[in-house]
């Protein structure tokens, strides 16, 4: 699987990039037809503390599944929306089961 990583506004250093990466390789165990994958990593100009906006956009045949965090730094946003992607993505993969077998 491709992960593609886009920094806005700031220059990522490349322990975030391979943090990100590794995390998102880890969803092909629950899905095994991603096709790719893109990260977008934000800084929003504003005085809160949860200025970072993690969005992660997941392509699978037929469908794109994406998750847009807004946290204190881009890890935990990264870590909430894989999390919030393994659910979708376990859902997607028992709708292919039940469309499959009927």
């Known amino acids: 699987m491709k992960v593609f990583t886009q920094s806005v506004n700031f220059n990522a250093d490349s322990k975030l990039i391979q943090f990100t990466e590794k995390k998102i390789e880890s969803l092909e165990k ?3 037809k ?3 994958a893109e990260v977008f990593l934000k800084v929003q100009n504003t005085s809160d503390k949860e200025n970072k906006i993690t969005e ?3 392509n699978i045949p ?3 599944l994406i998750v847009k965090r807004e ?3 881009f890890e935990e946003g990264v870590n909430l929306g894989v999390d919030s992607l393994k659910r979708q993505l376990k859902k997607s993969k028992e709708k292919l089961r039940d469309t499959s077998i009927s």
Do not use: A
């Open 30 to 32: 629950f899905h095994d």
């Open 34 to 36: 991603i096709v790719d």
């Open 56 to 58: 992660i956009k997941i």
């Open 62 to 64: 037929g469908s794109e």
């Open 71 to 73: 946290t204190k730094t």
